[in-house]
């Protein structure tokens, strides 16, 4: 075998939108359902590991083998997904050989080195970077099934309790074996459509350079990054004191029932004297250098309340693994065209600046929950957290 076309269904009770493959594939309820393959341009063959069938020993070498080439589309999800599959039918992966002492951490998931990513591919050729898309605009013959999003929110996803369905929280095929089967034919669909793709841009192959590249976002992706979590859990419950305290004394000023309603703060300017069609960022920077010292304090409460200081850390927890560390931060070629990276969840790459002269202390004081000494010493809470989220080298 030289080559393996990979297309994946799975289930997870951890939301990957809003919490990465990483810590999508490490929670207790990760499964994967459906393995949809091709060995060397072969028809598709889909394994229902869902029912009880395994996958043939030959593809769980192949996917060790640094020899065999593997493709998928968005490769990083499937390549997570399976090093976990992996571990636990106990597989030991192999660590990277590069000599960093973060390689032992890389053992927790399958060597990028022979994977190879259909989106990055689409991505050179400036074509979308959805499947449907790419699909789309190359005519393939062989497309993907538009009903894939009911059957992906039917079965890999947990479902709300109700009278009708047992109170149950999870679909199984057994409960719609119609449904299960057309998501076995939408798994063999999505892995034709990949090496549709494979096969119309073979003229137009990616440079090896590219791909060394991925390797090492791929890499980088696996070790992630380390977080404090004692702070960000600290983090997170003084800005909630910090915003209750704030919208207290909005209300004692203004006397309106929600302070953080765009509209009624308007109103409320409005009858003191200040029209203004916006409370946007820049906006009320520009009203704060005018207005009277009364709507000015008001106007800086509101801008403090407006500050979204804690959503990196809220995007921490949900992301971090159990190790303590956050991974797939950046995205490869995710802006196409120019081929530059995107940033993912944390977004590592639009952190605020640091201002604070004494940045460790204030981490500290934060660290220890002593809310009132923060208050005291850096006066803006929400602005103070906001710095903290500056990477170390760590």
């Not at 359902?33 to 869902?50: E, K, N, P, Q, W």
């Not at 990054?225 to 209750?244: F, G, N, P, T, Y």
Request: net charge negative; glycine share 6%; with cysteine.
């Amino acid at each position: 075998m030289q080559t393996l076309s990979i297309d994946i269904e799975t289930y997870s009770d951890v939301n990957l939108s809003k919490c990465g493959v990483y810590k999508y594939a490490e929670s207790p309820d990760f499964e994967i359902l459906l393995f949809g393959y091709s060995a060397d341009g072969s028809d598709v063959t889909v394994i229902d590991l869902a029912q009880g069938e395994h996958l043939p020993q030959e593809i769980i070498e192949a996917l060790t083998d640094d020899a065999v080439i593997k493709w998928a589309f968005n490769a990083n999800f499937e390549r997570v997904c399976l090093s976990r599959y992996l571990r636990y039918l106990g597989v030991s992966l192999d660590p990277f050989h590069d000599n960093h002492p973060l390689s032992t951490e890389c053992a927790r998931f399958l060597n990028p080195e022979s994977w190879r990513c259909s989106v990055v591919w689409a991505a050179t050729m400036g074509l979308p970077l959805s499947l449907e898309g790419v699909g789309a605009v190359l005519g393939l013959e062989k497309q993907k099934l538009t009903e894939g999003k009911d059957l992906i929110k039917y079965f890999s996803v947990p479902c709300a309790p109700t009278k009708a369905n047992g109170g149950r929280t999870r679909n199984h095929p057994f409960h719609a074996p119609d449904k299960w089967e057309a998501y076995k034919k939408y798994n063999i669909r999505d892995a034709e459509t990949e090496i549709g793709i494979k096969d119309r841009l073979a003229k137009f192959p990616v440079p090896e350079e590219v791909w060394d590249e991925y390797h090492i976002d791929q890499e980088i992706n696996d070790r992630g990054v380390r977080l404090d979590m004692d702070l960000v859990k600290e983090a997170i419950e003084m800005d909630s004191r910090s915003q209750s305290e704030l919208t207290a004394t909005m209300k004692d000023m203004t006397a309106l029932d929600n302070p953080n309603s765009v509209q009624q703060m308007k109103q409320w300017l409005s009858d003191n004297g200040l029209e203004t069609d916006s409370l946007g960022k820049k906006v009320l920077a520009e009203l704060i250098k005018t207005a009277p010292l009364e709507l000015q304090t008001v106007l800086e409460l509101r801008q403090q309340l407006a500050k979204s200081s804690v959503k990196k850390y809220q995007t921490m927890e949900r992301a971090v693994c159990d190790d303590g560390r956050a991974r797939g931060m950046f995205a490869f070629y995710g802006a196409n065209r120019t081929g530059r990276w995107a940033g993912r969840l944390i977004q590592l790459q639009n952190l605020p600046q640091n201002h604070l002269p004494d940045l460790a202390d204030a981490r500290a004081l934060v660290k220890s929950g002593d809310f009132d000494a923060v208050k005291l010493l850096y006066e803006d809470v929400p602005d103070t957290l906001s710095q903290f989220n500056k990477s170390s080298p760590e």
